[in-house]
């Protein structure tokens, strides 16, 4: 059974900060994708990235990178100089081969604060 | 292009009756795929539906339905409402079966009193 676990439950940071969430995930699979979106106040989930098992690549895009680590099984996301804009919950998140990107197995999310 | 569209956003209902939400896809997108998202529980997938037909199932209660429409436009419905029904249903749409990015509506919250 696949698994996405965040273990920071909340995080705050202060403006111009950088942060690192984490996340951790199980599957059986060889191949996957991993997600992050972002969840404002509003509700929306806003997708953030997507990586395939065989990209281990970092990415970079403006202030937002994440590091995927395939011997830990971890997938980082990193806010380089974070703003209070930042401030949402961020989930991790797991599709396997066979499965639409539309099936994901979530992690629990992580609260992020960022205070000015 | 107009995003993923939910209606309604906001919906109290009380125990024992039943609801329906709807939930309109990116324009061209075929996959329509639903979560539930509470305090307790986080995002559970409840279904996914592709050219009218149900791809995946999650492990929810039979009380929870849906269906997919010849305009990809979907619907859920809950019957028998109880009060841990009360959350956040999440619509997402995928541009095809194989597709690996998922968008998101903005939810409908249900409160079941």
């Known amino acids: 059974a696949q698994k996405v676990t965040q273990a920071q439950t909340e995080i705050s940071v202060v403006e111009k900060e950088d942060v690192t969430l984490d996340c951790v995930y199980e599957t059986r699979d060889t191949t996957y994708y991993l997600f992050w979106y972002k969840q404002p106040p509003s509700g929306e989930l806003v997708f953030l990235i997507r990586?395939?098992?065989?990209?281990?690549q970092n990415e970079i895009s403006g202030r937002y990178s994440w590091n995927f680590q395939k011997s830990t099984s971890s997938f980082n996301f990193t806010i380089t100089a974070s703003q209070v804009v930042d401030s949402a919950v961020y989930f991790c998140?797991?599709?396997?081969?066979?499965?639409?990107?539309?099936?994901?197995?979530f992690g629990e999310g992580t609260q992020l604060t960022v205070n000015p | 292009k107009a995003g993923v569209t939910q209606t309604p956003r906001y919906l109290i209902k009380t125990r024992g009756q039943q609801v329906t939400l709807s939930c309109s896809p990116i324009s061209g997108h075929r996959s329509v795929s639903w979560y539930q998202q509470t305090p307790g529980q986080g995002l559970q997938f409840l279904f996914e539906?592709?050219?009218?037909?149900?791809?995946n199932k999650g492990n929810f209660p039979g009380r929870f339905s849906g269906r997919q429409f010849s305009n990809s436009r979907s619907e859920m419905n809950v019957s028998t409402l109880e009060l841990g029904d009360s959350a956040l249903y999440l619509c997402?749409?995928?541009?095809?079966?194989?597709?690996?990015?998922?968008?998101f509506g903005q939810g409908t919250r249900l409160t079941v009193v």
């Open positions: 998140a797991l599709s396997e081969k066979g499965t639409s990107g539309s099936r994901l197995t």
């Open positions: 539906y592709f050219s009218e037909t149900q791809r």
């Open positions: 997402a749409s995928s541009s095809s079966e194989s597709s690996t990015e998922a968008f």
């Open positions: 990586r395939n098992s065989f990209d281990e």
